[in-house]
């Protein structure tokens, strides 16, 4: 069976919603967990498919995928909205611990 590509690279697919597409490359994938610790009830490895985009705010969304750390998870907003890749990156100020 033939899937469409979404386009790329080979293996990766697509997962969308109005919003936001998101696409994932199973060859690129760290386990950094980025995704799923960022947004679990997105990225949940006990589900299929995985990757439920439907279930967080398109924003929300963009921010965790941006995490990720190999490439493996990518974004396009469909919406047109939100894209602003040249927005600084934010410093949290993180208390000195021990
Ligand atoms: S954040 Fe990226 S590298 Fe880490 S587990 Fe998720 S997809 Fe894989």
Avoid at 9 to 26: D, L, N, W
């Amino acid at each position: 069976m033939t899937e469409a590509d979404p386009g790329g690279g080979p293996g990766r697919k697509a997962y969308r919603t109005q919003s936001i597409m998101v696409t994932f490359e199973a060859g690129r994938c760290r386990h950094a967990a980025e995704c799923v610790h960022g947004l679990p009830e997105v990225f949940d490895t006990t589900k299929r498919p995985w990757i439920q985009p439907e279930r967080a705010s398109a924003d929300r969304l963009a921010e965790v995928v941006r995490r990720c750390p190999s490439g493996a998870l990518r974004y396009e907003r469909v919406d047109g909205g939100g894209e602003n890749p040249d927005r600084p990156d934010t410093v949290t100020a993180v208390p000195a611990g021990g």
